[in-house]
């Protein structure tokens, strides 16, 4: 799961994180008179586990899952985890860890489970090898978690508005319209001159992100910090090009500045106000959350501007301080494997870390009702083996949020990109220094 932080669901975040509070010195334990261990997962966003904890539960009667968090979003929910663990009270007995959080959470080894110690080292094969390699501490002793999905990106579309517009709406024409993201400009400025009544796209925010990483990926690697940790924000070229082509974006009017996973944002996607949005696999879970089954069949999707790319993606671990060590590490094992990992994706779209379930025909042929039918599978599937993951330093959350608070600001008019740029690096600087 991710991201992207990967944050959801404005409305059903608050009454989530509501239940977090109330819940959070509840852990795992035995329910009163049942007999059975209650195994409580933690979670923010959408990872698709509803059926994959029945189907676990029918194989083992004398467990009973409690899922925590689902729809918050990851500024929530990581603080929460971050206090549970201090405390040594209040996680759950598995929790998600975001990839961009992981470097941060792997600087504490000693809250968790080695997994290495249970036989996980067996597991190996059954994910990227990256994606394995991530969840190991920098000695690789220690293996904080197993990997749940990654994410390939692409580009969300509406086709009605698209069609009001006077663009093509089929998605293999649609991608021939932006090999290269000046070409998403140009199409953005066709489609804003239709005067359709919604914005090009949701908002800056997301698209930043999205060609940050993917510069990353295919050039140096990293994106806020470089791989032996130092602080790179302005001084790696894939985070200013970001910058420069997002205010580009900006410039020719293409946003409709919805501030990402904010109420407004969701009731956007309920009104049709903008066209496109950059796509990771675990995007169209939220999507079809946010637009409703009114929307269904009006999106479809199309390949990312540029050359692929990756943003998002997980990791389950088990805290120390479960009651239920034992079977909380069984549960992870098999929500991480290939058929939980099918059953993800079958139910939010998360792509899978595991090379066999990408090699199984239910996601090599898996297609999406809700996207007019569009070969998931194929495309986020295509390439994913070969996905360059991107580096993610000691305090990256705190970072990326600084410079998206100033990509936002650029957006809103209330700074100049110069401007905008100078507080994105200082204050980037600061959060690093805290």
């Avoid at 590490?329 to 990992?341: C, D, M, R, Y």
């Amino acid at each position: 799961m991710a991201v992207f932080p990967r944050r959801r669901h404005a409305a059903v975040a608050l009454a989530a994180a509501a239940a977090l509070l109330v819940t959070a010195g509840c852990g795992g334990g035995n329910e009163p008179g049942d007999g059975k261990i209650t195994l409580t997962v933690d979670v923010f966003g959408q990872f698709g586990y509803e059926q994959l904890y029945q189907d676990y539960m029918a194989a083992n009667p004398d467990v009973k899952i409690v899922e925590r968090g689902t729809g918050t979003n990851l500024d929530e929910y990581s603080p929460k985890l971050t206090q549970w663990l201090a405390a040594g009270r209040g996680a759950g007995d598995v929790v998600a860890i975001e990839e961009g959080l992981l470097v941060e959470y792997k600087a504490n080894p000693a809250n968790f489970v080695n997994l290495l110690d249970h036989g996980a080292a067996d597991l190996k094969g059954n994910f990227l090898e990256w994606k394995w390699n991530a969840g190991l501490t920098a000695d690789g002793k220690q293996l904080i978690g197993l990997g749940t999905d990654v994410g390939g990106i692409a580009i969300c579309y509406r086709k009605d508005l698209f069609e009001k517009a006077g663009l093509p709406t089929e998605r293999d024409a649609v991608s021939k319209l932006w090999p290269t993201w000046p070409d998403y400009i140009t199409t953005g400025e066709r489609f804003t001159a239709a005067k359709t009544g919604a914005s090009f796209l949701d908002g800056a925010t997301n698209t930043f992100n999205t060609i940050l990483l993917q510069t990353a990926g295919n050039t140096t690697g990293y994106s806020y910090y470089d791989t032996s940790g130092n602080l790179v924000v302005d001084s790696n070229p894939s985070v200013r090009q970001a910058w420069d082509t997002t205010m580009d974006i900006i410039d020719s009017g293409l946003s409709g500045k919805y501030g990402s996973w904010s109420e407004e944002w969701v009731s956007a996607f309920k009104q049709s106000k903008f066209a496109t949005i950059a796509c990771p696999a675990w995007m169209t879970g939220v999507i079809e959350a946010n637009a409703g089954t009114a929307a269904q069949g009006k999106w479809d999707i199309a390949r990312v501007p540029g050359n692929g790319g990756n943003w998002g993606g997980s990791h389950l671990a088990v805290p120390k301080q479960s009651k239920h060590q034992a079977e909380a590490i069984e549960l992870a094992k098999f929500l991480t494997s290939a058929k939980g990992q099918i059953g993800a994706f079958k139910a939010k779209g998360p792509l899978p870390s595991s090379p066999q379930a990408l090699d199984d025909p239910a996601i090599t042929g898996a297609t999406n009702a809700y996207f007019s039918g569009a070969p998931v599978g194929a495309i986020f599937g295509t390439g994913a083996k070969s996905l360059k993951p991107v580096y993610m330093g000691p305090k990256n959350q705190a970072v990326r949020t600084e410079v998206e608070n100033a990509v936002r600001t650029v957006e809103l008019g209330q700074r100049s990109p110069a401007q905008g740029w100078t507080d994105a690096v200082s204050n980037a600087k600061k959060a690093a220094a805290k």
